[in-house]
Every structure is written in C-alpha cells, then in structure tokens.
C-alpha cells in the first residue's frame, strides 16, 4: 500500500488538505490528524523528520507556515517519502509560482488533482512535472 | 456549483459532517463542463467510501465517461473507478477498463493499469487471468507507464515471487537504462535519474533475489553501479543509496557489495543529519543479519543515537538493539529497554517494548533471578499491558525453579523472591496481573523458608485485598493465598490465630457478590476448621506443580454405579440417545444419591484449589461468576476425586462431612454428577463439563512436560558451556543468532583497543584486581553460577556495589572520552555477568534522563508567532474571508486558536 495519506496543515493545526488512500470515519480522521499535528508541531528542526505514531510512520516537513505530512507504512523508504513532498512543492511551485499557503486553500481542486496524477492506489505512480500538469493546463485552458 | 463544492470538501476535512451535500457531488459528475466534471468526481471520491449507497448512482456514469472521446474524461472517471470501485462493481466496469489498456494515450494507460492494480487489490480472483496485461505493460514505450506498471507488479511479485522470476532480467535492464540516464529529462529529480523508478525496481529486485544466488547474480554488476554514482550529498541520492543497501542485504550475499554498503551505512551514521542516522540505524539493522561484525565499527555511533533526544531515532535504536540481542548482552540490553520504557507514556509503543523486554528475557535469560528480577520491573511499570500468560510463566518458573535436582537452590530462589515481592507490595499503585503473581507466590513459599511469620504475610495479604478492593481478581488470589498459608500453619500443628483485619475480610467477602470470592471464603473456612492431617492431603506443600493425573473414564465411580444399579436405579443413557425426552427421575432417588455421595463431592470442591487457580485463572474466575454455581464447581470435583484418593480414609471423610454441612447445601445439586440413572438436563450438563475439563487438562499437563523437556534440553548444554568456560570456548546453543562465536573474538579486542587509551585501564585493572576469574575467561557469562550463593537477588546487589564505587570513581576524574568506553564493553564485550553489572551501572549512570518533554508550551508559543508569518503578511482580510468559507477553530485543540482568535 506504501502510502497512507497526505495531509496540509499549518501551523495553527487547521488542515488544509487532507487525502486518504484507506477509508476512515470522519471521528477517526480528525482523531488522527489532531494527535499526529500535536506530535510534529512539538519537534524541533534539529530532530529527524520521521515520527512513529501507532502503527503509521509519519514523514513530514516544512514550508514556511504549511507542514506537510504523510502516512506511510513500516517498510517505505523515509526519506524517498520526503523527496517525494520536495517533488510536491515543486511541482505546486511550478503551477501557481511561488506557491504559498493561500494558493492550496483557493486552489483546493488543483491541488487535489496534482495529487491524483502522483500518487495512486498509495503508490508513487508518475514523478514527471510535465506530465503530471499538462492534464490541469489544458483543463484550465478548456474553461 | 464548483464553489459551494469545494466548500463542503473544506467542511469535511475541519472534522464536520456534510452530509447533507453528497447528492449534488454525485450531479455534478455529470455536468458537461470538464472541469466541473472532474471536480464532481474529486468531490465523491472524498466524501465517500466505496459501500456508500450513492456508489450505485456513480457506477452508471462513470461506465459512461469510460466511452467517452475525450481522454481528459476517462482519466477522470479511472481515477474514482481507483477510489469507490468494491468488489461486487469490479465486472461492471473489468471488460471497459482492459480495453483502455491498448489507449493510444499514455496517461489512459497508466491510469487503467493502476485500476486493475486497485482491483487486485480488492480480490485479487477478479483479475487473476489478467495479469499477463501487467507483464505486457512493463514494456511500454512511455515510460510514466512502465512505472507505474511496477506498482501491481510488486504486489504480484510479494505475494507469489517464484512465478515472476523469469523477470529478472527485464528488471534487471530496465535498472540499468534509467541509472544510465536513458529516460526523458523530465524525470530527473536533483540530478538523478528517474529516483522513484530506481527505488520501485530495487524494491522489486530485494524479492525476487531473496535466497536466490542465481537470481541474484544477475543484480550485482548493475546494483554496484549504482552504488558507484548515488550523489551521496543530496537527499534522493541517500534514498536510493538507503533502497541498495537494503537490497543488499535481501539478496544473495556478495562481498564487494557488502562492503560497499557498509561504505555507506558508515557515512550515514557519521553524518549530522538525523534523518540520515535514522536511515543509517535502520540500515544497520537489515545489514547485521548477515554481517554480525560491521555493528562494531558503529558501536560509538549507535550509542549516540540511544542517547539522543529524539524519540524517533531512539526507537529506532531500540529495535536495532533487539536484533542483535544474544545471551551476551541481554542484560544489558533489556536494562535499557526497561529504562525506557519507564519513561514514555505512549501505551502502544509501550506495549510493543515490555512485549519485547519478555521476549528477549526468556529467550536469552542468562539466570532464573535475572529472569525473575526482570519480569519484577516490566511488571512494575507496565503490567496492566503485559499478556497474562508471562505471568502464569512466572509462576510456573518460580514454583518449578531451575528444573535440576538441586533443591536447596530452588528454595534460595523462592525466599529470594518472596523477599522481593514483599518488598515491592510496599510501592503504592501495582498493576493487577503482578498482584496475582505476588499473591500466588506468597501463599505458596512465604512461610516455606521459615523466616516471615503466617501473621505478617498474612496481614500483607489482608493489605492487599484491602488496597484494591475494586478488583475482584486480586482479591480471590488474596484469599487463595491466605488459605494455603492457614493450611500450611495448621498442616505443621501450628495454633492458627486469624488477625482481626483477615476476620472482617472474610466477613467482607463471605457476603461478597462474586460467588467466586464467596465460594474461596468459605472453602478457608471450612480449612480451618480441620485437623492438621486433613488439610495436609488437601493443601501440600510446594505441590503446585505436581501433576494431576485425571481419569476421564471416571473409573473410581464404578462401584459406585454398580451399587446404585443393583438398588434399582437405571442405567445411563447416553446424550444422543435421549435427546428431547427429559424424563423426570424422582426426587427421592435424587436424595439418596445426594446423600450416600457426600464424601466424594466434599473432596470435589477442596483440594484443585491451587491447579485450577494457577493454569485457568481470570477467564475460569469469570465463568464462575456467570454460570450456575454447581455447574462451575463440577471441574474441580473431577480434579479432585482423580486427585487425593487417599483422603477416602473413613475418619477423614466423615469429619469432613460433618463440618461442611452448610457449605454443601449451597452447592447442593452438584451431586446429580455421579448418578447414572437420571437423565435430566443437569446430569447433561455435568457430562459436558467433565469432558471439556479433562480435555484442558489433558492439555495443559502435556504443554507442561514439553516445557519441563525442552529445559532439560537447554540446560544440559549450558552444563557444559560452564565446563567449556574453563578452556575458553564458547559453546553456547543460541536460538535466535548463530553468531556468538564471532562476535566474541572481535569483542575482546575491541577491549583491548579502547580501554588502553582511557584511563578506564586503571579501573580495569582494579577490577581485575579484585576479581581475577571475570577478567580471564571474557565470553562466559554463567562464571556466577558455579559459586552457589546463599541469596541470589542479594548476591547479585553485593556484586554490584563494590564495582560501581570504584568506576564511579573513575568517572569523576575522567572526561567524556572515557565515558565512551565503559558503554561499548557493556554493549558489545561479552563479559562476565559481574562485569556485566558494573558496566550497566555505568551506564545508567552516565546517561543523562532522556525526558524532554515538549509537549505543550512550545505550540502555543508557535502560534504567537505564526500569526505574524512572513506568508501570511497580506492576509488579514483574507483571512476574515477565509473564516466565512468555514475555517473555524475545531474544538479539538482550542489552544491552538486562542492567541489568534482571542
């Protein structure tokens, strides 16, 4: 299954994008993401950006205001996980230029489907940023 | 419509229910505008799961939008197929989706195959005959398809690896190119190519090449190429360089490339990053298995990270160490753990490590007073989260000690323990399962030895019952416990005088509203009661575990039978012979079997005390509360007839009878057990619970002789490890790690190595000073046990005392450098159990108390400050804007608002 979820949060703890690869009540969701916030807004920059939490490994790291967060099971590859949020931002950066928090929160879709186009099934499916925004241009372009 | 859409997606990801607005996702899914479209289906996918009764209603559509010319359409529609698609849907949508395999668009291939890889992963029956169109792909001239085809091909290859591994090569060349830079531009990631893919192959390759030297030689030359260019100064070079090493260690050894990644483990852990220590710890760990002896070169590293502040990376160096745990350095080891464990407050993790700190002690228990002492602790502070059956291990290890002739020692380690445990009952909160442990073992050796009188342990138990009086459990084994005490006073012609408090308990509890408790109270009564013979045939001393040989065939009742048939009563039909008709036997017959069965049933209910409490105690406890009372005793009567046919001594018999006439009538139906003539439903059920019990009986006693077999086998060679300790060579029989012998020799020289630098030479002089015989057999750790102490647990404290003066001694003078050392001998050294300690004590000593909790204070402070944010500078008015969409302060953490929002 490889990877769990992914989560936007900044740092007053508010979501700003959520994603699940396995189904969970909106209770356990919101459980999960305030216990899993609290754990990584309590750690500093020199500790390493991996936090064990029951049986999910968290990988998370942070831009300015937003932490971005994803779940993953025991036998992923950590710090592939983190290059894998670098390559996120990036392709973010690449699309909204200079990507900041309030362009994920006006932008929610986009961002969801930039998503959609990387990570299937909870697996990393396509890492090439042409090709993972050329469906979101001509969208654009469409309407 | 978008708009109001996406702010319902916002309403569910702030913890709300939106319910209400599912319908009109599911519309907007068909809306003509691509956008629109799209944003429908994100919509769905996010709000519901795939047995949500609206499913049925986008089924439709989405086999629509799978027809459709434009391609932007179908990848829509294949991204929900991967998200709301269950099992019973699957053929609904199978037949569209294999078609868009062949799509001229790549984008429409790779989303299909990822379909059918959701689909494999929900019944993997669905697709089974698909799964050449997997192979196929792999092949495909785009390579963002080639990619993703590795996905399900993992999973495949997981599952079933024999089948895939013609592969290889494929695999194989397809590495190689991407390492060669053969793919588009676009897939670089910070100058290395195409990283995820490498990564997904090598995953691949570490299974297929599992124990497979054929397989894997085919993966050497191209792994080591890759290890030759990893960039190991950027983040993705050291995953993929991470993914070889733990390719490497998968596969089939090969040298070079052992020692290339050792190369790299190395630098991992020299690095200031810790995220690369974390990974060079993990890395470490799946190296060792093969090559035992790299972890020395490391051993400064590792024990930097134990004592790092990071949680995480301490963990991680926690299951590091329960790798390489061996018989050598368990104590330590398990020391730390136990340390650690004491302070974290996460239950599941806590768990995981007292589970672990058991594990490791019974595998690798290097005496039964360690194993004892450890147990102790993990008890101590994690008890209420240990299995109940390491308890009943501890008992059963107390109760049989050492397993050798050797009585006297096991006496030693009985009154050892029960000093111990009196000791510890002074502590204020135990958890329950130790209570019992304490409970058990202080009725059954406290008063053995001689040295506590019946009336302090007994009152120590009264304390007991009295400080938790709310669980049920530790009260019986209170009782329990007292009652063999009494028993034991009265069987050695003792006057028993009951203490005032253990009078009011037993008044206490003779009303109780368990019947448990109630029945146990009752039964100490009536012990009392009897004479000293008496109670000595139905409370032996230390006969906990003596066997109980049970007669299923209940033979001893044929006479019984015979005389009831030759009075005219009849015989026993069997359950399946008369089932529905329930004949009403009459009541006087009923009468005259109660009453000439009398001694029998008394014996019943007495004597299987101890063997029904110590094997089948909380979930037995329970059914006699929930079941009929007679039912529940029917057990302990076929225990117990089987059990002490000598008590049938007429004498006994009657006073016994006379005594417990009160007591009996409560349980007074219990005699329709030995009538064969009646066929009413109790005498049905009496049959069933005398099968089941004999059947868990049966069981137990043979788990019990394995186990007394499998110890015999694990002492014998450690007899003659003692015997091979003498000329040096270990010789120990390990279960887990075959690599004692190699360690061993590295190890005395990593002594050799380090301590002449220090002044620890001058301590270690002195010790060997003063105990010469640890100092020269380095690698036995049972020297101990061949000087038989008087008290083990104190002879342990005296070992440790004078060493621990004199290295702290040295400690005082010496600078960090030297604190180094004494750590990796405790670690890595196999040495004496004496030095063993001294080097633990060292230890603890030195590590500053990892309890950084930051917890709290530091968000709030966070959120002070976040409010004034270089990025959201601009956004005050924004923000007002924001909080009408629905950003609201969930009321889970308020604190975290409270700065902004006053």
Redesign the interface.
Do not use: W
């Given at each position: 299954m490889g990877i769990r979820f992914i989560l936007m949060v900044n740092k007053q703890g508010q979501t700003r994008l959520a994603q699940y690869y396995e189904w969970l009540t909106l209770e356990e969701r919101r459980a999960l993401e305030g216990e899993i916030v609290r754990k990584c807004l309590a750690r500093n920059e020199q500790q390493c950006s991996f936090v064990e939490h029951r049986n999910y490994k968290i990988v998370y790291r942070r831009y300015a205001s937003l932490f971005f967060l994803v779940g993953v099971d025991n036998d992923e590859n950590e710090l592939a996980i983190l290059e894998f949020i670098h390559l996120l931002v990036e392709t973010m950066d690449r699309h909204f230029g200079n990507v900041c928090e309030l362009d994920i929160m006006f932008h929610l879709e986009k961002a969801h489907f930039m998503l959609e186009e990387m990570v299937m099934n909870g697996s990393i499916v396509e890492t090439s940023k042409a090709n993972i925004l050329s469906p979101i241009q001509l969208m654009d372009k469409a309407s | 419509m978008?708009e109001y859409i996406?702010r319902l997606?916002?309403v569910?990801?702030?913890?709300?229910?939106a319910s209400f607005g599912y319908i009109h996702a599911v519309k907007m899914i068909h809306d003509d505008?691509?956008?629109v479209k799209?944003?429908g289906y994100?919509a769905v996918t996010?709000f519901l799961?795939?047995d949500h009764d609206l499913i049925i209603l986008i089924v439709n559509t989405i086999q629509k939008d799978l027809k459709s010319d434009n391609y932007?359409v179908v990848?829509a529609a294949l991204?929900a197929v991967?998200k709301l698609i269950n099992e019973e849907t699957i053929p609904a949508v199978l037949p569209q989706i294999v078609e868009l395999l062949a799509h001229p668009k790549e984008?429409v291939r790779?989303?299909a195959i990822?379909a059918l890889?959701?689909f494999y992963?929900k019944s993997s029956s669905s697709v089974s005959h698909l799964v050449s169109n997997f192979r196929k792909r792999l092949c495909d001239n785009d390579p963002?398809v080639m990619?993703?085809t590795l996905?399900p091909l993992?999973d495949l290859i997981t599952n079933d690896v024999n089948s895939y591994k013609d592969l290889v090569i494929s695999f194989v060349s397809i590495l190689k190119q991407v390492a060669e830079r053969r793919l588009?531009k676009?897939?670089d990631?910070?100058q290395m190519p195409?990283?995820?893919?490498q990564?997904?192959l090598l995953k691949i390759l570490a299974l297929l090449g599992s124990s497979d030297k054929q397989a894997s030689e085919n993966m050497y030359t191209v792994v080591g190429d890759i290890f030759r260019k990893c960039d190991s100064s950027s983040?993705?070079g050291?995953?993929?360089l991470?993914?070889c090493i733990?390719c490497v260690s998968s596969i089939y050894p090969n040298h070079k490339l052992l020692e290339s990644a050792a190369d790299a483990i190395s630098r991992f852990l020299k690095s200031d990053?810790?995220?690369?220590?974390?990974?060079g710890i993990d890395a470490l760990g799946r190296l060792i298995k093969i090559s035992p002896e790299i972890a020395e070169q490391h051993q400064l590293a590792v024990i930097d990270c134990l004592e790092d502040?990071?949680d995480?990376?301490k963990?991680k160096t926690f299951e590091l160490l329960y790798k390489m745990t061996k018989s050598t350095n368990v104590e330590v080891i398990v020391d730390r753990m136990i340390d650690y464990m004491n302070s974290i407050n996460d239950n599941?993790?806590k768990t995981e490590i007292a589970s672990r700190c058991v594990e490791l002690a019974e595998q690798f228990a290097p005496s039964n007073q360690w194993f004892i002492q450890t147990m102790n602790k993990v008890f101590e502070h994690a008890g209420d989260l240990v299995n109940i059956k390491v308890a009943h291990n501890l008992m059963r290890l107390i109760a049989e000690g050492f397993g050798e002739d050797d009585d006297t020692a096991d006496s030693q380690l009985r009154s050892s323990a029960v000093e111990s445990y009196l000791h510890i009952l002074g502590e204020p909160k135990l958890p329950s399962v130790f209570l019992q442990v304490i409970c058990w073992v202080l009725g059954e050796y406290g008063t053995a030895d001689g040295k506590y009188s019946a009336s302090y342990i007994t009152g120590k138990l009264c304390d007991v019952a009295e400080a938790y009086s709310n669980d049920e459990t530790v009260k019986a084994y209170a009782v329990t416990a007292l009652m063999k005490i009494y028993a034991f006073e009265i069987a050695a012609g003792r006057k028993v005088d009951m203490l005032p408090e253990c009078h009011s308990l037993m008044e206490e509890f003779l009303a109780s509203h368990s019947t448990d408790l109630q029945q146990r109270a009752y039964e100490l009564q009536a012990v009392i009661g009897l004479d000293a013979h008496a109670v000595e045939s139905i409370l032996p001393s230390d006969a906990s575990c003596e066997d109980i040989e049970v007669d299923k065939a209940l033979s001893f009742l044929n006479d019984y039978i015979q005389e009831s048939i030759e009075k005219g009563a009849q015989p026993y039909i069997p359950e399946s012979e008369r089932t529905g008709m329930l004949n009403i036997s009459n009541f006087r017959n009923q009468d005259h079997h109660e009453a000439s069965s009398h001694g029998l049933r008394f014996e019943a209910y007495e004597l299987p005390k101890q063997t029904v409490q110590a094997r089948i105690p909380p979930a037995s406890l329970a059914s006699t509360e929930l079941v009929p009372v007679p039912e529940a005793m029917y057990p302990r009567e076929s225990y117990q007839t089987t059990t002490v046919p000598s008590v049938s001594s007429d004498a006994a018999s009657t006073e016994l009878k006379l005594r417990l006439d009160g007591v009996q009538k409560r349980w007074g139906r219990q005699t329709h057990f030995p009538s064969t003539s009646t066929s009413n439903s109790t005498s049905l059920k009496t049959v069933n619970g005398i099968t089941q019990v004999d059947g868990s009986n049966t069981a137990n006693s043979r788990t019990r002789e394995t186990y007394d077999s499998r110890k015999q086998v694990e002492i014998s060679p450690e007899k003659q490890k003692l015997a091979a300790s003498l000329f040096g060579g270990p010789s120990k029989t390990e279960k887990k790690s075959a690599t004692g012998h190699k360690s061993s020799k590295p190890s005395s020289h990593m002594v050799k190595s380090h301590a002449p630098k220090s002044s620890m030479e001058v301590a270690s002089e002195k010790t060997s000073v003063q105990q010469p015989p640890d100092l020269l057999d380095f690698g036995e750790p049972t020297v101990k046990s061949t000087a038989p102490s008087l008290d083990p647990f104190k002879d342990l404290e005296g070992l440790l005392e004078p060493t621990t003066q004199v290295s702290s001694a040295v400690n005082h003078s010496s600078t960090a450098a030297v604190t180094k050392s004494p750590d990796i001998m405790g670690l890595y050294t196999e040495t004496t159990a004496g030095a063993h300690h001294k080097d633990s004590d060292i230890l603890s000593g030195l590590s500053k108390p990892p309890m950084t909790n930051?917890?709290g204070g530091?968000?709030t402070m966070?959120?002070a400050q976040?409010s004034k944010?270089?990025?959201?500078k601009d956004?005050l008015e924004?923000d007002a804007l924001?909080r009408q969409i629905g950003?609201t302060p969930?009321s889970?953490?308020p604190n975290?608002?409270k700065d902004?929002l006053g």
């Open positions: - | 978008k996406i997606v916002y569910e990801m702030l913890g709300h229910d505008s691509l956008l799209r944003t994100l996010l799961n795939e932007l990848c991204n991967c984008a790779k989303k990822m890889h959701r992963q963002g990619g993703a996905c993992f588009p676009a897939y990631y910070h195409a990283p995820f893919i990564i997904k983040n993705i050291n995953a993929v991470y993914e733990c990053s810790h995220n690369l220590k974390y990974m502040p990071d995480t990376l963990r599941h993790y930051m917890v530091t968000t966070q959120v976040s944010g270089p990025n959201l956004s924004k924001v950003v969930s889970q953490n975290l608002f902004i």
